[in-house]
């Protein structure tokens, strides 16, 4: 895994040395301390640390195989975002996350109600980021600190009820305890964007070598000068053949 920069603007990762064929790119969104940045090192490292430093919005990248292809996965982490008496309140970091990215996780913890409440809000903010597309961009719904359940304030049933009335992929998970569980959540949103941005046809290396050895047969156009000599002796031929007639 590369931890490509600490962002304070959301620029393209130059991937010259990157040898896959596709990228996907994910932002992860949702409230503060619903455990995003752990969700986005237990999917791409398989460790689990549990504290951080205050969420920046960093960019991670790794390369990974995805049923059989190789694909360069880019993470962007996102500052949590609260809600207040004028509604969803985050920084131009986050919409511009949205809108860099080619799909989307909403991450609440199921300790925490109110990181609940605002999934609703950040729906729409993926929607507005998105507008000009004909559809939204892949998204799930993330819910963390699933072993937590001694100070569970989200009921289980919540989280899907949710899920399908926004038209998300629900996936309730525990960060510090079931990788499984994470590289399942983010696998089914990559296979997803996969099914959406099919690659573009290549042409195959038995086409190019059939056209390679079709490529002798094809007549090439025969030089005039070499006509004229055929001529030539055609006519050089016939008159010899009168010459000893006429003897």
């Known amino acids: 895994m590369r931890l490509v920069q600490n962002m304070s603007t959301i620029a393209e990762y130059p991937g010259t040395d990157c040898l896959s ?4 790119k994910i932002a992860v969104v949702g409230g503060s301390g619903v455990g995003k940045t752990a969700l ?28 059989g292809e ?37 991450v609440y913890s199921v300790t925490d109600h109110r990181s609940f409440d605002l999934i609703g809000q950040l729906h729409q903010l993926v929607s507005h980021a998105h507008a ?6 892949p998204i799930i719904l993330l819910a963390n600190k699933a072993d937590l359940l001694h100070v569970r304030r989200v009921d289980v049933q919540q989280g899907p009820l949710l899920a399908s009335a ?13 990788y499984s569980q994470v590289h399942g959540a983010f696998h089914r949103l990559c296979r997803e964007l996969a099914k959406q941005q099919p690659l573009p046809s290549q042409p ?19 030089s005039p000068n070499m006509q004229d000599l055929k001529r030539r002796f055609k006519q050089a031929l016939s008159a010899k053949v009168r010459t000893v007639t006429s003897v």
């Open 70 to 106: 190789q694909v360069a996965i880019q993470v962007q982490d996102t500052p949590g975002v609260q809600v207040n008496a004028n509604g969803l309140s985050c920084t131009d970091h986050v919409t511009r996350s949205i809108q860099w990215a080619d799909a989307v996780v909403m």
């Open 204 to 222: 195959s290396v038995t086409a190019a070598g059939s056209e390679k050895r079709r490529s002798p047969l094809i007549p090439r156009p025969k």
């Open 21 to 24: 064929n596709r990228v996907i």
């Open 166 to 178: 926004l038209g998300c992929f629900f996936y309730e998970v525990s960060a510090s305890e079931d």
């Open 40 to 67: 986005v090192v237990r999917f791409l490292t398989k460790r689990f640390i549990g504290d951080y430093e205050r969420n920046a919005g960093s960019l991670y990248s790794r390369d990974v195989q995805l049923d």
């Open 132 to 137: 000009e597309r004909s559809t939204l961009p």
